[in-house]
């Protein structure tokens, strides 16, 4: 069931991507047992992967798609880099990043981007001090992940994590088109 869970939401994200062209872009999640079978040529990045270390697996071979990975890495950030340049990976986003800012700095050598989302407005200055704005994205995470875990998170409320970033690294707020332009280089389908 969690598979036909999983093909319903890509389904409703590639019907969304058609009814919104310009705004919205899928960004697809192939589990081991799903195999593709999909149309590929609207998706803009492969995931939400990550790791997971429960007792089972699948083995699997998945034909590279010449994508950027969206990583989720919830407490694995330095295994996750780490696989990741060994098997070279070149073009990633650790989406909602929570690991410290030494680990950070082994995914900016990498070239791997972060993105972080408007609870980042709460207490993460020295992360963000240490991680060029280059390699800076933002999220919204939506509906959850905001600035208070009670209320519903908004796509408006990029502005947080945007005004939060410039603040902490006293800088206009120049961070919305320099994210973008990262989100740019790091989505190159998002240009077509």
């Keep these: 069931t969690n598979i036909m869970a ?15 062209p310009g ?14 079978g999909q149309d590929l040529d609207d998706i803009v990045a492969v ?3 990550g790791l997971d270390f429960t007792p089972w697996f699948a ?12 990583v989720h890495s919830r407490s694995a950030a330095k295994v996750a880099i780490a696989t990741m340049k060994e098997l070279g990976i070149r073009q990633a986003l650790l989406h909602n990043f929570a690991s410290k800012p ?5 995914g900016v050598q990498a070239g791997f ?28 995470d939506s509906p959850a992940l905001g600035t208070d875990k009670h209320v519903r998170s908004e796509p408006g409320n990029i502005m ?5 970033i410039a603040k902490v690294k006293g800088i206009s ?13 790091l989505f190159s389908k998002l240009k077509t």
Excluded: W
């Design 102 to 106: 030494s680990v950070a700095m082994e």
């Design 59 to 70: 083995n699997t071979t998945q034909e590279h798609l010449n994508l950027p990975l969206n």
């Design 23 to 36: 705004f919205v872009f899928p960004c697809f999640g192939i589990h081991p047992l799903q195999g593709s």
């Design 173 to 185: 707020p120049e961070v919305m088109e320099v994210t973008t332009q990262n989100a740019l280089r």
């Design 6 to 20: 999983r093909v319903l939401i890509d389904c409703h994200c590639h019907l969304l991507a058609n009814d919104y």
């Design 47 to 49: 995931g939400v992967t």
């Design 160 to 164: 947080i994590c945007c005004e939060h």
């Design 113 to 140: 981007f972060f993105s972080f989302l408007p609870a980042i407005s709460k207490n993460e200055q020295s992360k963000i001090n240490q991680i060029p704005l280059e390699h800076i994205c933002l999220e919204t």
